[in-house]
């Protein structure tokens, strides 16, 4: 244990034993504090770019040199921060982007926006939060505020990165600060972007709360600072949980009126006209993303650990899995209607990301809907303007320009994710078999 008083890191001067707390508060309202992220992805990017919008001067550090590379020359790999912008921060210095873990001992805030996927058992792989972490410890100083962004299950920050923090021999809420905040970015959402979207912050100690809370609010109009990381860990997974169970819902919904012969959608509509105790949520081909069909999992897992079983989890996520296949029996049926067998049937699918206007396929229903219609033998085809190509178990395909051609080229359309560029009117005109997942051709007809 380093002796108190003595120099933590002495090439960055944190001193042990001054008022570090006042000290980041203080650089905070100055904009002198150094903002490091680690993690430069659809996540960390944006949030670089409103702490640069702030007048921080912003360190990002990745594994990835291609990453650090393209950020450095200004070039964006996220679409909810275009290029020009980002290139306006590297040319006046405010965003640097580095790959030598050393210089993390530079950035006053260090938040970690690094993925925390599934494993192929549907465990959490939480690799990438322990490395990020071991790196930030390995140069921790007094001095320092660190953040988790990555969604994880509860427990993660406390029993997991202080430990490893601590090892220092640094005071946590003293010499360093530690806390939860979980992301809640919307890729793609013209509304909310990380600026006006609230920010949760949740410390080990109420000192970690406010010089977080101090670091944030000069990028985020509102902070919301609760009591302990748990509270924000499970912020995260109540939201993302919500909304799995309620497309799991009605998405049981949309088998239920197509068992009993009723448009599920006039079903939907005419229940949000109750102007309170109901919220809408549309049927779809099933949920992708780094977040929906993921993130529950954390919380079941963690749960399983003390013997119990979320069940409202395990449902919404077993409809949700299924409605792949409910859309590809419609596709069958609609062939069938032509007398087309699906083996050699050409079908045309509109969308491939997982979500609306997005260039991300994570987790996409829509590899799901490929692989099936491909293993029953139809010759398939995507148009996409995001995803120019799609590579991805062991399906291999190029996005194809939508005219009339194509569509009435085909023997059965699918629309998979509802692309705010497409022309739905003429989709609908054109086809000779239409299988519409998002009720985005009668939806625009309505408008
Ligand atoms: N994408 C979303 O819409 C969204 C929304 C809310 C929350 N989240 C959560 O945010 C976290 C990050 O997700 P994302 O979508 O930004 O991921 P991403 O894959 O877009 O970006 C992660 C970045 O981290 C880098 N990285 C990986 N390991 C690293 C390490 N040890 N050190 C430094 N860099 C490392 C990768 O190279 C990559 O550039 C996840 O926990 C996710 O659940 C994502």
Not at 96 to 106: F, H, K, N, P, V
Not at 303 to 312: D, H, I, S
Request: aromatic residues 6%.
């Amino acid at each position: 244990m380093r002796p108190l008083g003595a120099s933590a890191t002495p090439d960055s001067g944190g001193v042990v034993g001054k008022n570090w707390e006042q000290e980041l508060i203080a650089k905070a309202e100055q904009r002198t504090a150094l903002i490091g992220i680690v993690g430069l992805g659809y996540v960390g990017l944006p949030l670089a770019a409103e702490m640069a919008e702030a007048g921080f001067k912003v360190l990002g550090y990745d594994v990835s040199r291609r990453v650090v590379d393209t950020v450095n020359k200004g070039v964006s790999h996220i679409l909810d921060v275009p290029s020009e912008r980002l290139a306006r921060f590297v040319k006046a210095g405010l965003i640097t982007a580095t790959d030598d873990e050393g210089r993390l001992s530079e950035p006053d805030l260090v938040a970690i926006a690094v993925p925390t996927p599934l494993s192929k058992t549907r465990d959490p792989d939480i690799s990438y939060v322990l490395s990020a972490t071991q790196a930030v410890a390995r140069h921790l100083r007094a001095g320092q505020a660190m953040v988790l962004e990555s969604t994880t299950y509860p427990g993660t920050t406390r029993d997991l990165m202080l430990p490893a923090l601590e090892k220092s021999g640094l005071k946590v809420g003293v010499d360093f600060f530690l806390a939860f905040s979980p992301e809640r970015v919307d890729p793609g959402n013209q509304r909310f972007q990380t600026r006006n979207t609230p920010k949760v912050i949740g410390g080990i100690t109420p000192a970690c709360t406010r010089v977080v809370t101090a670091l944030y609010a000069p990028a985020i109009e509102t902070m919301v600072p609760v009591s302990s990381p748990e509270v924000a860990e499970l912020t995260k997974l109540l939201e993302n949980t919500f909304r799995a169970v309620n497309i799991g819902l009605v998405n049981e919904m949309a088998i239920v009126c197509d068992k009993l012969g009723v448009d599920v959608w006039e079903v939907i509509d005419a229940a949000n006209t109750k102007p309170f105790g109901f919220m809408k949520f549309t049927p779809g081909p099933g949920v992708g993303g780094h977040c929906i069909p993921l993130d529950p999992h954390y919380l079941a897992w963690k749960m399983r650990a003390l013997n119990y079983r979320t069940r409202f989890i395990e449902v919404a996520g077993e409809v949700n899995s299924q409605m792949p296949e409910f859309w590809v029996d419609k596709v069958v049926h609609a062939l069938n209607q032509q007398s087309k067998a699906v083996r050699g049937a050409r079908i045309l699918v509109i969308g491939i990301a997982y979500k609306k206007d997005i260039d991300d396929i994570r987790e996409s229903p829509a590899i799901d809907v490929v692989r099936l219609l491909q293993e029953q033998g139809g010759q398939v085809s995507y148009h996409d303007p995001f995803i120019p190509e799609f590579k991805e178990d062991g399906i291999l395909l190029s996005s194809v320009p939508l005219d009339a051609a194509t569509v009435r080229a085909a023997d059965c359309v699918v629309i998979v994710t509802d692309h705010g560029t497409v022309d739905y009117a003429m989709v609908g005109r054109e086809a000779r078999a239409l299988v519409d997942t998002r009720h985005a051709v009668a939806d625009r007809a309505k408008h």
